[in-house]
């Protein structure tokens, strides 16, 4: 693959269109406590190879029938349930908005389906596998079980784990003010996984040059092998 090639989002991440999601929740166990806010970002990458922030949409969700809502946890993300002027919709109602706007931006960048990516990942895609099973959705554009975790790569990068801690480490900004809300987070996390890949766009490049040369080989060691005519009836 030579370097003049643009590059393309199906290949940069063997198919997969990362979509930055946080859920904001009644507590930290997915089975229990209730979802009460998502938000999801997509990803454009440009033909050279830079990762930059795209679409953003957010739901606030109504808790679902029994589900947990731990007082320490709306302490800090600042929501109140059961607020009149709040617009919260069921669970299937969210998810199946959102999903019909992430297979619009998978199917627009070619894609085959879409990665979760999450500071502190795991949280995020349990809380998202969990709303999906309760809701009964049968067609869910996400991965199961990969993601992408920016606690992991902010820590190898910028040597931070803590999402503040780490946009500030990366350069970006960061208002304590907007923090918890699950727009805010996902754009600043959206933000900051595009940093990361764009500072080790040379280590991709120089990857990607020595898959296509090895690509290259292997034609050249098994050449296609033409057809034999077919026998001249005449």
Known sequence: MAHSEPYRMRDRFRGFLPVVVDCETGGFIAATDALLEIAAVTLQLDPDGMLRREATWRYHVQPFPGGRLDPASLAVNGIDPHHPLRPALPERDALGRLFKEVRA???????????????????????????????????????PFSCFDTATLAGVAFGQTVLSRAVVASGLTWERESAHSARYDAERTADLFCDVCNQFLPIYAAARTRLGALAALEDERNPMVEPAPEPDEG
């Not at 999450?118 to 596998?129: R, S, T, V």
């Not at 709303?131 to 049968?138: D, E, H, L, M, P």
């Open 105 to 143: 931006a998978i199917k627009d960048a070619d894609c085959t389906r879409a990665i979760l990516v999450g500071h502190n990942a795991a949280f995020d895609l349990g809380f998202l596998n969990a709303a999906v099973a309760r809701a009964g959705i049968k067609r869910n554009p996400f991965h």
